[in-house]
């Protein structure tokens, strides 16, 4: 016992000397110009979401390659719909690079089946402009996000505040960039249900896997 409480006093003394220098050591950096992407959370948020994604996609192939039913035709377009993360907008351009990815990698699945069932689907053509679309108003979030960014860093580094007419005109756009996302959103959502409902009627019963290329 009288052994364990001066080796017990010991531990402490040296723990605390250790939290002290490395506090003085984290003092001296210059962590304010220190960046750490990788864990901030909305990247963790989105690498997350991408993920789920590609994990909802590969379950909607394997539906697909299943017997169709209205069960599976539901489930179908919900997975569809969810994997292309049309309830959020991204703030890096590795996201949006394998958002659009998935969109391209969806588009191609669609084509497949209408293929594969030799069908004829004249909605396919409006799916993927509205596609391109979504795409560019994701890039132009990007931009928008980028150079509010820039200025405020600007504004920053000579001691001054964003003048409130720019930071009104942010706001203009950013609301008239929302409404125009919502308004793609919902043709999206449309269209992908009508398209997928076209396809699954006209080709109820045929048997045979679908092979995607």
């Not at 409006?126 to 931009?143: I, K, Q």
Request: hydrophobic residues 40%; glycine residues 4%.
């Amino acid at each position: 016992m009288t052994t364990i409480i001066p080796a017990l006093l010991f531990g402490l003394i040296g723990l605390s000397l250790l939290v002290y220098t490395v506090a003085v050591l984290l003092k001296a950096l210059p962590l304010k110009n220190l960046k750490f992407p990788a864990l901030s959370i909305r990247g963790i948020s989105e690498k997350a979401k991408i993920k789920k994604s590609i994990q909802e996609l590969q379950a909607a192939e394997t539906l697909v390659k299943a017997r169709h039913t209205p069960k599976s035709l539901s489930e179908v377009r919900r997975l569809f719909t969810s994997s292309l993360c049309l309830d959020s907008l991204f703030y890096s351009e590795e996201t949006v690079s394998k958002i659009v990815e998935q969109q391209e990698s969806i588009m191609e699945k669609i084509v497949a089946l209408s293929e594969q069932y030799s069908t004829h689907l004249e909605l396919l053509p409006v799916l993927e402009d509205l596609l391109l679309g979504r795409a560019d108003l994701l890039r132009e979030n990007l931009e928008i996000s980028r150079s509010r960014g820039e200025l405020v860093k600007k504004q920053k580094e000579k001691g001054r505040t964003v003048p409130e007419w720019a930071r009104s005109e942010y706001e203009k756009r950013l609301v008239d960039l929302e409404e125009r996302v919502a308004t793609n959103r919902k043709s999206i959502e449309s269209t992908l249900h009508d398209l997928l409902i076209s396809l699954f009627a006209e080709n109820r019963g045929k048997e045979g896997d679908v092979t995607y290329h």
